[in-house]
């Protein structure tokens, strides 16, 4: 598994591993949007998601291609709006 997270005690916070296919992702990212570090590219993507309303996100040259994630991504029950 390319991700790895581990909950640290406080429960504040997490340690994420990326390595693979998702470091090669996260490399290419940094290198097209010419982000300073892997944090910042983090910290766009953490915004874009926080931002997006009825959990899609549009992309796309005429921003109208939405996203949602794949349901193998989501706690069992999770609901994502329909358009």
């Known amino acids: 598994m390319p991700i790895k997270v581990k909950t640290q005690d406080s429960k504040d916070s997490i340690e994420i591993t990326i390595d693979n296919g998702d470091f090669q992702a996260l490399a290419q990212i940094k290198k097209k949007w010419g982000f300073k ?17 009825d959990k899609i996100v549009y992309v796309g040259k005429d921003g109208k291609d939405g996203l949602r994630p794949n349901s193998s991504l989501l706690e069992e029950g999770a609901i994502l709006n329909n358009d």
């Open 37 to 53: 570090d892997h944090e910042s590219s983090l910290r766009f993507a953490i915004a874009i998601l926080m931002l997006a309303e």
